[in-house]
């Protein structure tokens, strides 16, 4: 993705949202609800395949301490060698904000990972941009960080 378009994607998300409210507990969540239910069963299963099939093929990712990436491959290597080393993973859903307009939602939640055989843990924050694509909502951007204090 070029600058000009991930300045562009920016500048139509605050916008796109600069007029949306935090969303309460409604029949216009529940597609929302749905998606965090996906991510926790695919996580639970360890389901590659249902995982990504939550995300759009250019889908941006924004992980800590490594560059913007675009597409599928950063999420399916990530997912992959969660997936492939007995971990947990889970996700809450606290906020949802939609755009007055339909065509971007962000959800906000927290989530928690652990890998015993690893000695790895850590739990934090992630957001999630989605559009509606194909009769679903799908994840164009997921950026998360670390609640624990950087070493």
């Known amino acids: 993705m070029t ?14 949202l600069s007029s949306a409210g935090l969303a309460g507990d409604t029949a216009d969540n529940a597609p929302f609800h749905d998606i965090n239910d996906r991510f926790n069963a695919a996580a639970a299963a360890g389901d590659l395949d249902a995982m990504l099939s939550l995300y759009a093929d250019g889908t941006i990712w924004i992980a800590p301490n490594a560059p913007k990436a675009q597409g599928l491959d950063a999420p399916r290597a990530t997912y992959g060698f969660v ?37 790895l843990a850590d739990s ?20 998360f960080n670390s609640d624990q204090p950087a070493e």
Request: aromatic share 8%; charged share 15%.
């Open 124 to 143: 934090g924050t992630y957001l999630f941009v989605l559009a509606p694509q194909d009769g679903d909502w799908k994840i164009v951007a997921d950026m």
């Open 3 to 16: 600058k000009v378009s991930t300045a562009v994607l920016a500048a139509s998300l605050s916008l796109a």
């Open 83 to 119: 997936f492939g080393n007995n971990t947990t993973l889970s996700h809450t859903l606290d906020d949802i904000l939609i755009s007055d307009d339909g065509s971007l939602a962000v959800m906000i939640g927290d989530f928690d990972f652990a890998a015993p055989s690893l000695n």
